[in-house]
């Protein structure tokens, strides 16, 4: 049970559009369809904004999007605004286990 | 609405047990299975252990495997985890989730601190 691999930060604009990517194995984010990602404010608890690769639940933005290519999965987060300011988690199943990544920081300057 | 309401956390020394609660509401809990993450402070997330629908199947990290034990109560609609041997590494906000699909984790609650010190 690796930890998926996730860059420590990024940073963009408001209006812009930034990538997030999450790297892992054909044991987790290769073998199956369902990563799913999680954004955290300080102090709140997580929230999920897109599950089995590309859908979102329903109340978040169509700004949220998903893509996965391999072993590696991205969230896009288009048109940014100063409240997508957090932390996001990537997380993979696994065939029965579950795995997340590390987590990167989102600056919104 | 979807409530989920962790309860349990405290401050216990290492070796001892505690025992975590998840009260759900708001949705059939007996449909859907559960998952328990933490948070140790200022790190990641990490999954801890999640358990089926119909409890026939349950997962653990390896870092609990052996120590921690996840289980639900349908009647109840509770879920638990069963905490023994204690480490200070298993210090944490511990939150309880509803599988979304497939290892979605759908968080409701505001999770419950656990502290291992001696």
């Known amino acids: 049970q690796s930890a998926l691999t996730q860059p420590r930060s990024v940073s963009e604009s408001p209006g812009q559009s930034v990538a997030i990517s999450c790297t892992g194995t054909?044991?987790?984010?290769?073998?199956?369809?369902?990563v799913s990602w999680y954004q955290q404010h300080p102090g709140k608890a997580p929230k999920l904004v897109i599950y089995?690769?590309?859908k979102r639940p329903s109340g978040v933005p169509d700004r949220f999007s998903g893509a996965k290519s391999d072993n590696t999965a991205s969230l896009i987060i288009s048109g940014l605004q100063i409240e997508d300011e957090a932390d996001y988690y990537c997380?993979?199943?696994?065939?029965?286990?579950?795995?997340f990544g590390g987590g990167t920081k989102l600056t919104v300057l | 609405q979807v409530q989920l309401v962790e309860s349990g956390g405290g401050v216990v020394q290492p070796g001892r047990s505690l025992r975590l609660s998840c009260v759900a509401s708001?949705?059939?809990?007996?449909?859907?299975?559960m998952h328990w993450v933490r948070q140790a402070p200022g790190k990641g997330l990490e999954w801890v252990a999640d358990?089926?629908?119909?409890?026939?199947?349950?997962y653990y990290a390896d870092s609990v495997r052996g120590r921690f034990t996840i289980s639900r109560d349908d009647s109840k609609t509770t879920l638990y985890l069963q905490m023994n041997s204690l480490r200070d590494e298993d210090t944490a906000v511990y939150y309880c989730?509803?599988?979304?699909?497939?290892?979605?984790?759908?968080?409701r609650g505001q999770g419950t601190p656990v502290t291992v010190s001696s």
């Open positions: 997380s993979s199943f696994a065939g029965g286990p579950v795995v």
């Open positions: 054909s044991s987790d984010v290769g073998g199956y369809n369902y």
């Open positions: 089995d690769v590309t």
């Open positions: 708001g949705y059939p809990f007996r449909n859907y299975g």
């Open positions: 358990i089926w629908h119909d409890g026939s199947k349950e």
């Open positions: 989730a509803r599988d979304y699909s497939y290892g979605s984790k759908d968080f």
